[in-house]
């Protein structure tokens, strides 16, 4: 199979789940296909990075071609991320040509396949936590969901198959009126998952990680934590202002792009806390699944498929009080308990198997 794969943008260069999506799909993908292109970008108006780096971060596959496309955004006015990201898709189609119809699979992440609609046979399209079209919360949530709808609505109808990270995400396909869905979940690096658990001593400790975007909840955490009754430790990853509560023990310690050294403070920690109004499958549940935490998260997307009573606290979004709860409520969890079965679901969700029962469809 020769497959053609869509980014837009490859950590560390560019940080998020969907990033990190894409470089281990092609990484892992590299060893059982005939030959795969990547297009990528870097950060908005900037080169992308060096042809020779992006191979050293896959590992240098023999089999694997890389192109890089600036991904061009000017604009600060409603709907400028829209307008970008059509233009970096028409900028994809024109890198790629006059060899789209050798490929025999191109794989779009988020609206990175716009311009590739009705051009080839086998478009699938995977615009992850479909946040657009899950709840908002504020009055500029909605106006900005609600921009984002129309291409994301033509994208699901008009592509050949439609990737479900799994839990609500595939009712919400269903409901739009997608008919090819293929249900493939994200994935975690069975490097990292770790066999054993240690008991730490003296109160619990939580650990948040997000960018600073409304959707991520922290606000939630925050006012959660001024109404807990039981003393935390919080350690917060992620681009967010140092503040204190009383009587907790809040440490900041601002963006890391180092992989090993999130995973230093993960394994510092009890629990991970991820209070987001919507979701996708979050990276980081499975990361710090893979490291034996229990979770508290809000039931969105497809987080019901990794939390339950098992291994955390699944609770509503948006509410304060269901996140005191869940805080007080972790503190007579079974620790133990929820680490081994964390370890042992995880197992599930590792990219060798990922990718293969995802080729399993086109072959």
């Not at 908002?136 to 984002?148: D, G, P, Q, V, W």
């Not at 595939?170 to 409901?175: Q, R, Y």
Request: aromatic share 8%; charged share 20%.
């Amino acid at each position: 199979m020769k497959l053609l794969f869509l980014s837009d943008g490859l950590p560390p260069f560019v940080l998020g789940g969907m990033q990190q999506h894409s470089l281990m799909m092609v990484k892992h993908l590299a060893p059982l296909v005939e030959e795969i292109t990547l297009l990528y970008c870097g950060l908005p108006n900037e080169s992308p990075p060096q042809a020779s780096v992006v191979l050293k971060l896959l590992g240098n596959p023999e089999n694997v071609k890389v192109i890089g496309v600036e991904f061009q955004d000017n604009s600060f006015l409603p709907g400028h991320y829209v307008r970008a990201s059509i233009h970096y898709s028409s900028k994809l189609l024109f890198a790629i040509k006059k060899s789209l119809s050798s490929y025999d699979l191109v794989y779009a992440q988020g609206f990175t396949g716009y311009a590739f609609l009705g051009r080839h046979d086998n478009l699938v399209s995977n615009l992850h936590g479909l946040n657009m079209f899950q709840k908002a919360f504020s009055i500029r949530e909605l106006i900005e969901k609600t921009i984002l709808r129309k291409i994301a609505r033509i994208i699901l109808l008009k592509s050949s198959y439609c990737i479900s990270l799994g839990g609500k995400l595939t009712d919400i396909l269903l409901g739009l009126g997608v008919e090819r869905i293929i249900v493939s979940p994200n994935g975690v690096d069975d490097k990292w998952i770790y066999n054993s658990w240690t008991k730490k001593e003296g109160k619990i400790r939580l650990v948040f990680i997000g960018r600073n975007d409304t959707m991520k909840g922290f606000s939630i955490l925050l006012e959660s934590l001024e109404q807990s009754k039981d003393r935390v430790s919080l350690d917060v990853i992620g681009p967010w202002p140092e503040i204190k509560i009383t009587p907790h023990d809040l440490s900041f310690y601002g963006e890391i792009k180092s992989k090993e050294r999130v995973f230093e403070i993960i394994d510092n920690a009890d629990v991970l806390v991820v209070p987001s109004l919507s979701e996708g499958m979050p990276t980081v549940i499975l990361e710090a699944m893979a490291r034996g935490k229990a979770i508290i998260a809000t039931d969105v997307g497809a987080v019901s498929d990794l939390v339950s009573d098992e291994n955390g606290v699944l609770i509503e979004p948006g509410s304060v009080e269901a996140m005191t709860h869940a805080i007080e409520k972790i503190n007579t969890l079974d620790l133990q308990k929820a680490s081994i079965a964390s370890i042992q679901h995880v197992k599930k969700f590792v990219w060798q198997r990922v990718v293969k029962n995802l080729l399993k469809e086109f072959i």
